[in-house]
């Protein structure tokens, strides 16, 4: 499976951006999609997952981030709104076979190359 991130750019605070991440490959319907994000000098964290049941977030981006699938096009996206100052980093997407660990990028197989998010105050 082959990732490629797009969509980042510099927005002001309160706006949105909307991320994407299209699969080649192989089709990942079945797979967990997730999404991780690492600011300057940071550890690299959990955002946002979808499976085949439901979606999950972290408690800094619940109810302004929004994940979801789009299986016929093999791609995932990250619709994020209300944006912060604090958002800014370079956002991953990741596709997790086990379906074990969502939050976990250790647990992740594949990556794409990241693509950088700035939002300014």
């Known amino acids: 499976v082959q990732l490629q991130a797009s969509g980042g750019g510099l927005v002001q605070a309160g706006g949105s951006l909307r991320l994407s991440c299209a699969a080649s490959g192989r089709t990942f319907s079945t797979y967990t999609s997730g999404w991780f994000r690492q600011a300057a000098g940071k550890e690299r964290e959990f955002v946002a997952a979808?499976?085949?049941?439901?979606?999950y977030y972290a408690d800094s981006v619940k109810g302004r981030f929004s994940i979801s699938k789009d299986n016929a096009k093999n791609t995932v996206y990250l619709q994020m709104n209300t944006l912060k100052p604090d958002d800014t980093a370079v956002y991953f997407c990741?596709?997790?076979?086990?379906?074990?660990?969502?939050?976990?990028?250790?647990?992740?197989?594949?990556w794409g190359q990241g693509t950088q998010v700035t939002v300014s105050s």
């Open positions: 990741a596709v997790n076979r086990g379906g074990i660990g969502l939050r976990i990028a250790d647990r992740y197989d594949y």
């Open positions: 979808v499976t085949s049941i439901g979606t």
